[in-house]
Each structure stands twice: as structure tokens, then as C-alpha cells.
Nanobody
């Protein structure tokens, strides 16, 4: 099965930057959508950034202009560059990928999550 492994989380100060990476065991060419989600304490999981294969990335309003999602097909990584971080960005960040199968079936894969804590 496809495995996604996040890295890069940690403790940063408000206003700081952090880069998250998601290493995929499968080629990114096998995914129709790649994304990052996050879940803050006591809250539901929310979409942060989405990157459709062959399309343009889109972002939640709360992170637009601060976060950038990118893909590296050579390295099979999905990255999230985060800048101007605030305490409200504190959450567990999850890598996500959707794989299109035959018969219009889909499989969705998730990483284990990496914790980002924004605190002074």
C-alpha cells in the first residue's frame, strides 16, 4: 500500500517559518489530488492546501498568502512552506493523497501527522 510520511514539524515562534515535507512511497503521478490538512486541539480536521494533478493549488482563506504547497515528482515529495506563522496555526498537519483507480474508484491515503507548535 501507499505510505505517506511527514517530517519537518516542530516548535517555532510567531512570525517564523517552517517547511513540511511528505515523502510518498508511490510516484506522485499516481495521485489525482495531493493536499495538506491540519487538526487543531479540540477542532475538526480542515483542509489547508490542495494541489490537483495538472491543476493549480488552492488554499484555505486563513493561510492564503502565507502557505505554499508544492510537489517534487522527481523525489516523490509533497511540501508545505509555511511563513508568518501564528499561534492559530498550531495543529497536527497531515499529508493526504487521492489515487484514482479503475471504474472511477478512489483510494485515499494519509500520513501519520506531524505536530507544528507556534509559541513564544
Amino acid at each position: 500500500q501507499v505510505q505517506l510520511v511527514e517530517s519537518g514539524g516542530g516548535l517555532v515562534q510567531p512570525g517564523g517559518s517552517l517547511r513540511l515535507s511528505c515523502a510518498s512511497s508511490a510516484s506522485l503521478h499516481s495521485f489525482n489530488v495531493m493536499a495538506w490538512y491540519r487538526q487543531a486541539p479540540g477542532k475538526q480536521r480542515e483542509l489547508v492546501a490542495k494541489f490537483p494533478d495538472g491543476g493549480s493549488p488552492n488554499y484555505a482563506d486563513s493561510v492564503k498568502g502565507r502557505f505554499t504547497i508544492s510537489t517534487d515528482y522527481a523525489k516523490n515529495t509533497i511540501n508545505l512552506q509555511m511563513t508568518s506563522l501564528t499561534p492559530e496555526d498550531t495543529a497536527i498537519y497531515f499529508c493526504n493523497a487521492d489515487q484514482l483507480l479503475s471504474g472511477f474508484k478512489h483510494l485515499e491515503f494519509w500520513g501519520q501527522g506531524t505536530l507544528v507548535t507556534v509559541h513564544s
